[in-house]
């Protein structure tokens, strides 16, 4: 069955670098574009990024100059890189299948900006 | 960039009632909208895609309409279950999420 997978450190001070890895099962790569997404408490989502099925890759205006997706399709992994995290930057990131509807969504690592 | 308003922000509602979501774009999306059901401490779920199209295994009391940049999510006989809140979501270009809907019982 499909599944997705979020992780990555819980703490992060601010200024540094954030990265997380999304790992994926039941479903290629090569065949589904990932989506990362993020959401502070008691928010709405944030869009950030797009991995493409073909390696392209896309990024929210607000968010590119701070951020970098990649992917190993060798071992299921899309990777989300952010540096110069701020506070405001708490919050909950999830990875999501995105054949355009996000269909299925992982559970989620909560990120937290603090020194 | 394209704009997702939703609305309302909140809601109350008694089990049974008809509940109905809207959604408005910034420009013509062309029917690339998604509703997403998120209860608390859980990751969001599809609902609905291509603006009026039930993803697989949600009750048929959820249904969507809209075109052009108006869209909205009506749920027909609210059951308690139903309590979460709701967020569009378009995919025309990029993609962009409404600012969402936080569903409660009267």
């Known amino acids: 069955q499909v599944q997705l997978k979020e992780s990555g450190p819980g703490l992060v001070q601010p200024s540094e670098t954030l990265s997380l890895t999304c790992t994926v099962s039941?479903?290629?790569?090569?065949?589904?574009?990932v989506s990362w997404v993020r959401q502070p408490s008691g928010k709405g989502p944030e869009w950030m990024g797009r991995m493409w099925y073909d390696g392209d890759t896309a990024y929210n205006s607000a968010l590119k100059s701070r951020l970098s997706i990649s992917r190993d399709t060798s071992k299921n992994q899309v990777f989300l890189k952010m540096n110069s995290l701020q506070t405001d930057d708490t919050g909950t990131y999830y990875c999501t299948r995105d054949p355009r509807a996000f269909d299925y969504w992982g559970q989620g690592v909560m990120v937290t900006v603090s020194s | 960039d394209i704009q997702m308003t939703q609305s309302p922000a909140s809601l109350s509602a008694s089990l049974g009632e008809t509940v109905t979501i809207e959604c408005r774009a910034s420009e013509d999306i062309y029917n690339g909208l998604a509703w997403y059901q998120q209860k608390p401490g859980k990751s969001p779920q599809l609902l609905i895609y291509?603006?009026?199209s039930l993803h697989t295994g949600v009750p048929s009391r959820f249904s969507g309409s809209g075109s052009g940049t108006q869209y909205s999510l009506k749920i027909n006989s609210l059951q308690s279950e139903d309590v979460a809140s709701y967020f569009c979501q378009q995919y025309y270009n990029y993609r962009t999420f409404g600012g969402g809907t936080k569903l409660e019982l009267k």
């Open positions: 039941g479903f290629s790569l090569t065949s589904y574009s």
């Open positions: 291509n603006a009026n």
